[in-house]
């Protein structure tokens, strides 16, 4: 288990204007003859400058409303709206561009790209915005020397490791500056003292302003964040700040 | 716009890493649209060679020359008409010049008698046999395309007192008088001397099979003296005075020969006008017929490279699904994972093209160097008809297995192991 970081080091920032507004989203999925009800009516309102952890065990559609946090997917019904922009209408190319502008991705196997060097990882979200090249590379060594990758940035994903893979993946979800972070599982894949190490990171980047959105259910790495949302069987069972 | 740029230099840079990555399955997959590639333009240089081998054997019958033979060239059926036709014969080209002197503006230049037959030609101990031997007058100087490479025609004077003289082909000429000029010297043929006045330039051969420069010429009055006129093969040759005009002279000519031969209205011709340009025509769909089952034939060999290329793009796209899921929560649209993959399919071909065209290229080379007169015609157009077509067969392989992967859902593909 990751311990918990020390409570008095756990201040609240202030938060910021809406980001997030989802309103009784609900999402069907057939299986054959069986249909799923993943989420059943989910209310939620994410602030800038949030630190949110999402829980529930599986089947809980926790994964499910990531993805639709994550603009990954649009919900059968209900309302989703992202910085004032219906999310719920859109279609697939302006789910790519808003997942390229406004969600910072951060997954438990890092999808790091194997044959591409940390730097090219990084600036592969810069490519899809159209960034020219110079200022691509200027922007992503930044970014990687501020989660301490200094040294790594021409190392390939197989030579560095698990906890800097999973750095270059942070670098990568922050390179274009996006409203929300949205970690899934972040810690899953590491060993426990590098855990904690990313977690801390993640503590650093909320100290910066960032919005983090982490999803898990280990309670230990949701006791990070300042606000836990707990699912079960499609709702929503708890919304409240860590105590 | 930017970002398309950006996008296709990093799918060019994701194609190269990838096929350096999977080195062996890439040149397997390459191999096919080289074989494919090396087939067809094989192929097209052979259909252009043979082109060019049938346009150079028309013009050495002379596109601006017009026979007149008791035998069409095209197949009869009723070979019962023609085959009681009296035959051409010296006089004829007499009469048929007086008649051209006598017509204002004629189309018509001048007509020659010519008759030939195979025949052994010997000196100094060396042979060539299948000698074509062609018996004519003075001027058959004015009617034939080829240049001297040295000495001359024969004159009027040389024709009509039959003297033994004559001109020989380059093949002939320089078979017998290996290394120096054949001016001055005697040739043989059935024991009879004959003095060597001319020699005529190289003509080539046609698909480096048949010769055109395998033949002699001698004034008809000795010709007739020691081999005789054969009624069967002779004929009228007749040089038109503009080429582009070839169906007026064809008619003028009809219209001539006709009162040379004393026909009334209304009765038959009993000649056949034969000539390059028609002859032409009839032979076109036979080239394309050739062309046609030869690209189809080898076409086959690149349709099985191209399957070999749609299979490794689907193998590619179900391998990186996890990447491409990856890449679509980054902010991949659909046309940048569909270009990706396009571009992935593209690059195998264009290597494979650009390979196989330098295969074909060197195989040119080996077959050129070995028949140096076989009619392979390696040619710019070629190179970039045969890069066009390995790119297409890129673009048309990759395009089924990219537009998957482009419309791959992004949750599904995230979650694919």
Known sequence: MTPVAPVEARAVRPVGPLVISIEGVTKLYHMGDETIHALRGVSLSIHRNEYLAIMGPSGSGKSTLMNMLGCLDTPTSGKYEFNNHDVAAMVDDELADIRNREIGFVFQTFNLLARSDALKNVELPLIYAGIPPHERHERARQVL??????????HK???LSGGQRQRVAIARALVNRPSIILADEPTGNLDSKTGVEIMALFEDLYELGNTLIVVTHEESIARHARRIVRLRDGLIESDGPVD | MDRLAYEITESLRIAMAQIRANKMRSALTALGVIIGIVAVTLMGTAIRGIDIGFDRSLSMLGDDVIYVQKWPWNQVDDWWNYVNRPPMRPQDAVALNAVIAATPNSELEVAVFCDARQSTVKANGASVSG??????????????????????????????????VCNLGYDVAHALFPGRSAIGGTITVQGQPFTVIGVLAKQGSFLGLFSFDNYMLMPLGAYRKYFGIRDENTELQVKIRDKTRVPEARD????AMRRVRGMVPGERDNFSINEGQAFKKQLDPIKQGIAFAGLFVTGLSLFVGAIGIMNITFVSVRERTKEIGTRKALGARRRTILLQFLIEAVAICAVGGFAGLGLTYGLCAVVKSAMPSFPLVFSVSLVFTSMFVAIMTGIVSGFVPALGASRLDPVVALRYE
């Open chain 2, 252 to 255: 003028e000519l009809i219209g």
């Open chain 1, 145 to 154: 020397e501020s989660v301490g990758l200094k040294d790594r940035i021409h």
């Open chain 1, 157 to 159: 994903p197989n030579e």
């Open chain 2, 131 to 164: 000698v074509f031997t062609r018996g004519t007058t003075a001027d058959y100087g004015r009617i034939v395309s080829t240049d001297f490479e040295e000495g001359r025609m024969f004159s009027e004077s040389e024709s009509e007192s039959a003297r033994q």
